[in-house]
């Protein structure tokens, strides 16, 4: 890091040596299309060079600015599957605006006839700062949720239960429209249909949230960017009488701009779970197993909506999205416990539960955008707020010693949770050059409120809950983010640098009530915490030539415990694993460093990421065992130690086959001898995803995904291998209007989840089954009207 920080002031100073005194500008489009070309890469050559003299990629809006120097030069555009721009350019002192830039899709002449070459999907993209991936390129998407976006995405890992790890990581922040949203919390309720794009974002720099060691995944919803009026419907019917259906449309002008769609999502599924695990205390050594066997179904309605207002150089947008699901969920378990010694059962019981829920979410932002004559010069303002009420109750009939439900239950359980979030955000950013670099600063406040009201208890005749003090409890966690950033960016031939610092002020409260206060101690009935933390950040990028980019990125992060990991009162749904979180909880603190290099051309990019994250209070979940019983909660470790390779590549093998493929492998050090393991646990895991497209005769698409996990090491066990390959198609009628797909998913039924746990005095195993092997069709058709 020393070396880093010296390399970055060393340029600061040294540039004004190199300071160019002019600027070019401009914009790279798909003319046919009519849509920008982002992550396009500009360079400036002088006569008889093959070295780029300067150059960049273009942003995500397909504008370039460039510092040259004034003279001749022979400027060069280039992006996978397009012919090369090529055009000698004079540029003066005074700086040259390019216009906009048309690239043409590859072509092949052959006896004067034109052969273009067929529709290049590109359903992941690597960029400077990690990848974007593009949900309508990967037909498997179709139909489903933003959960099997993420499961095809390079890097990526989703578990069981629909939480997220990148790079091995379980901590990232995940964004609506680049803000914080209550509806991360639940990213199976985002249908793939309302998705436009996904930014990965691994080592984000001082601008993004400190917040999470796994980076930042940005969800950017579909607005209808086009002008005119268009509207598309689309429909998804699958096995087990799986729906999903929606429709959108917007209205655009030079003026003002409308957008709306509505999503019906009905997702029926069945699952099994096994669990086995051996303890041995005082003597005895006990089997414990269990059997489980679910049931859900769900229906979801989908809301978005929003609009834009042009005057002069001013823009006024407000986006919202509205959900609202019913779940009705049952689930039956039978479990014993056994004395190995004896073969006596000890415990035996059956416990059958079923549970609704209503939840809703809806997110609100009214945003403030001004541009300025000159392109790098910027600001922007939104206040945004985001609210999700869930309202969730249990019956639970319990059968003992036996392990069939036949009869009357002996006692019946239940519970109710009503869970409330809100978070609402003030953020204010502006970007102005100065000299000849740019300066980026902004203010944003982040409010956040976390109440969950559990009563759980015993259910009388008449129906009513009377509530144990020893589970019942409210728990309301409370924190105010407040930050302040800056970052400085130049360029000097062929290398591009940017330094920031960000600074959050973290106030935290959280407070438990409604419990019996002989049951808990008093320093955990509230938590009050105020703290400062800086947080630096480095980018550097160097090109080569055209074909050629390396990159450096050190960011420090934070990640703060959330009131689900904080709350000390345990859950008792399964009264054999019970989970229960830690008050005295601390947040970690990351250091992550990233060497990256870019290769393009023609039809081949790879782009291979090394990467190292050290944690400081690793928070790892770890199991003890007591009288047969498994307590699962939260704690702070010494430290984790990550760090490995990432290979992504994009092959046109051939004009009508081409290649999609990533892997990543890396290393995992967990120290956890702070709460009694002998030594640090270790493992080396790896990922691999593959997606490959055949254009088969009368325009079909052939596509299969292929996703292969190996095992992952935890502080207290692993996580086994898990593997799966879909297969899908797709053709087009109507120049592209309507379009009919088949998606085949998990082909071999090989999809689950299984993994190990060992620790003092216990070794377990679990095996976690959901119905994966279904089949989906999809229709949709696109509208359009000037």
Not at 249 to 276: D, I, L, M
Not at 357 to 384: G, Q
Not at 426 to 435: K, R, S
Not at 612 to 626: A, K, M, T
């Amino acid at each position: 890091m020393k070396y880093i920080l010296i390399l970055v002031v060393s340029l600061v100073f040294i540039n004004p040596v190199f300071c160019q005194n002019a600027t070019v500008e401009g914009i790279v489009s798909d003319p046919d299309s009519g849509k920008v070309i982002p992550f396009a890469q500009v360079a400036f050559y002088q006569e008889n060079s093959s070295s780029p003299v300067t150059g960049a990629t273009t942003a995500s809006d397909g504008s370039f600015n460039i510092p040259i120097e004034a003279g001749e030069y022979r400027m060069v555009v280039s992006f996978v599957g397009y012919q090369d721009f090529e055009k000698q350019v004079s540029i003066p002192t005074s700086g040259l605006d390019i216009g906009e830039i048309g690239l043409s899709i590859e072509e092949e002449i052959m006896e004067e006839v034109v052969v273009k070459g067929n529709e290049r999907k590109t359903p992941v993209m690597a960029t400077m700062e990690g990848m974007t991936i593009k949900p309508d390129q990967t037909i498997a998407n179709i139909g489903g949720t933003l959960l099997d976006i993420l499961r095809n995405t390079p890097s990526v890992n989703v578990s069981d239960d629909g939480s997220v790890s990148l790079r091995g990581s379980g901590s990232t922040n995940v964004l609506i429209d680049g803000r914080n949203s209550a509806l991360a919390t639940d990213l199976e309720q985002i249908p793939a249909s309302a998705i436009e794009e996904v930014e990965i974002i691994n080592n984000p720099n001082a601008k993004y949230d400190a917040s999470s060691d796994g980076g930042v995944i940005n969800i950017k919803l579909k607005r209808g960017e086009e002008l005119g009026t268009n509207a598309r419907a689309e429909i998804t019917m699958g096995t087990r009488m799986r729906t999903n259906a929606n429709v959108s449309a917007s209205r655009r002008t030079t003026k003002f701009a409308f957008y709306g769609g509505y999503s019906f999502r009905q997702w029926p599924r069945v699952g099994s779970r096994e669990t086995e695990r051996i303890s041995s205390f005082d003597g005895d050594n006990e089997l414990f197993r269990q059997e489980q066997n679910s049931r859900n179904e769900d229906q979801e309605h989908t809301i978005n909506y929003g609009g834009d207002y042009f005057w002069g150089q001013n823009k006024l947008s407000f986006e919202g999205v509205f959900n609202t699901e019913d779940e009705n969920d049952f689930q039956s378990s039978s479990a014993f416990v056994q004395n190995l010694d004896t073969e006596e059962f000890l415990t035996r019981y059956v416990r059958n539960n079923t549970e609704t829920e209503e939840n809703y979410t809806y997110d609100n932002a009214l945003i403030y955008e001004r541009d300025f004559d000159d392109k790098d010069k910027f600001f922007r303002a939104l206040a945004s707020v985001s609210i999700r009420d869930q309202v969730e109750d249990q019956n639970i009939a319990i059968y003992n010693n036996t392990l069939s439900a036949e009869g009357d239950a002996d006692r019946t359980e239940g519970s109710t949770t009503d869970e409330f979030r809100n978070t609402s955000v003030i953020q204010v950013d502006y970007a102005t050059p100065i000299l000849s670099g740019l300066v980026e600063t902004g203010y944003k406040s982040i409010f956040r409120k976390f109440d969950n009201d559990y009563i759980y208890g015993l259910i009388d005749n008449q129906g009513e809950i009377n509530p144990y003090d020893s589970i019942s409890n409210r728990f309301v966690y409370q924190d105010q983010i407040h930050a302040l950033y800056a970052i400085f960016s130049d360029s000097i031939p062929n290398f591009n640098y940017a330094v920031g610092i960000r600074a959050e002020q973290t106030i935290l409260e959280n407070e438990l009530s409604n419990v019996n206060t002989s049951l808990v101690d008093e320093e955990d009935l509230s938590n009050n915490q105020q703290y400062l933390d800086f947080f630096p950040s480095v980018q550097l990028a160097y090109h080569v030539n055209d074909n050629n980019t390396v990159k450096a990125t050190y960011s420090r992060r934070i990640d703060r415990p959330n009131g689900w990991r904080l709350n000390p009162f345990p859950d008792f749904a399964d009264s054999l694993n019970v989970r229960v979180g830690e008050p005295n909880l601390q947040p970690e603190y990351i250091n992550s460093f990233e060497l990256g290099h870019m290769f393009q051309k023609g039809g081949f990019t790879l782009t291979t990421n090394g990467f190292y994250r050290r944690i400081n209070g690793q928070v790892d979940w770890i199991v003890r065992v007591e009288d047969g019983v498994s307590y699962r909660g939260p704690q702070n470790l010494n430290t984790g130690d990550f760090y490995g390779l990432e290979f992504i590549n994009t092959t046109d093998i051939t004009k009508w086959w081409n290649l999609n493929a990533s892997y990543s492998i890396f290393q995992s050090v967990i120290d956890g001898t702070n709460i009694g393991a002998e030594e640090p646990n270790r493992g080396l895991s790896w990922y691999a995803k593959v997606t490959t497209d055949i254009n088969l005769p009368f325009d079909i698409n052939l596509q299969f995904t292929g996703n292969y996990m190996a095992p992952e090491i935890e502080a207290q066990g692993r996580d086994l291998a898990r593997y799966y390959i879909d297969g899908s198609l797709q053709r087009y009628f109507f120049d592209k209007q309507l379009t009919i797909s088949a998606s085949f998913r998990d082909l071999f039924d090989t999809r689950n989840f299984r993994g190990e746990n060992f620790g003092p005095g216990f070794e377990q195993t679990f095996t976690r089954k959901r119905e994966t092997q279904i089949v989906l069709f999809t229709a949709s058709y696109n509208f359009k009207a000037d």
